[in-house]
């Protein structure tokens, strides 16, 4: 079983047990399920904002703990003023040490749109993601079969989130459909773990025209980002990068800062 199977299996559990405890009837009167929410396509097409999602992770699979002193009260306003387009955070506990209230936190203390990070296969995991205020949802192409992905994106819609989709592979891109909002290459194999910014310009041509497109995992540099940029992507989901540093979110407004200055 490769990492990403055993996610699988355990989110499976996890999500049965949620659901058993919290019915989808009751995330339905939670407040942020009626309330309008910032969008992340929108932010991304703008651009007064730089493009760059900035991720809240404590520690992941492939690189263990990565920041476990600093708080989402700290380093979201930071991201916030660094002038990114989005922030991720990600809500697995068991391989992530995220959780649910990072992101309720996280959308109660900035403005900008927050992505739900997490491994999404059921339907109640859109529901939940809506009731703690996220303004979109991660799709994992390498996990959900084609009739999976439809339904769920119609769900996200229905409700009034973006759907962020991820691939790795050519293959994996037949599984986008018109609902979509913003397409991601994953520059790591989540089976692997190998990174590699290849994986991105390899894919970008043949991404679909009408979406936004986005790389994700191991930028490091205002290189990077110029780079990427070049071969049409507007996005940059970024993670360690910052939250390896002690103050994650100065270290954003820094990079930031250096992009403006070189682009
Ligand atoms: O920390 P990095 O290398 O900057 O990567 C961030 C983000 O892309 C990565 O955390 C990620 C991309 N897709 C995912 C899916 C699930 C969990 C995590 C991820």
């Not at 991304?44 to 990565?66: A, C, Q, T, W, Y």
């Not at 306003?77 to 391989?95: C, R, W």
């Not at 970024?238 to 939250?243: P, S, V």
């Amino acid at each position: 079983m490769n990492i990403l199977d055993k996610i699988v299996a355990r989110k499976k559990i996890e999500v049965a047990q949620q659901q058993d405890y919290t019915s989808i009837e009751k995330l339905k009167t939670y407040d942020f399920f009626k309330k309008e929410v910032p969008s992340l396509k929108s932010y991304l097409h703008d651009d007064k904002h730089n493009g760059i999602i900035s991720e809240f992770k404590r520690s992941s699979p492939s690189k263990g703990v990565i920041n476990s002193l600093s708080t989402v009260e700290q380093v979201i306003p930071l991201y916030e003023k660094a002038g990114v387009s989005g922030i991720s955070v990600l809500t697995d506990s068991e391989f992530f040490g995220g959780n649910k209230s990072d992101l309720v936190v996280a959308r109660k203390v900035s403005t900008v749109p927050v992505l739900r990070k997490d491994f999404m296969i059921a339907d109640y995991q859109i529901y939940e993601a809506k009731a703690i205020g996220a303004s979109a949802i991660l799709l994992i192409a390498a996990i959900l079969s084609h009739n999976q992905a439809l339904q769920m994106s119609q769900l996200a819609k229905d409700l009034g989130l973006d759907i962020l989709m991820e691939v790795h592979n050519k293959e994996e891109l037949d599984i986008v459909n018109p609902m979509v909002d913003v397409v991601g290459v994953n520059n790591r194999n989540l089976k692997t773990f190998e990174v590699s910014l290849q994986q991105s310009i390899d894919l970008a041509a043949a991404m679909p025209s009408d979406v936004v497109k986005i790389s994700e995992s191991g930028i490091y540099s205002v290189e990077d980002i110029l780079l990427l940029r070049q071969h049409g992507f507007r996005g940059f989901l970024i993670g360690e990068n910052f939250m390896r540093t002690k103050n994650p979110g100065q270290a954003c407004i820094d990079f930031s800062e250096s992009i403006k200055q070189k682009a």
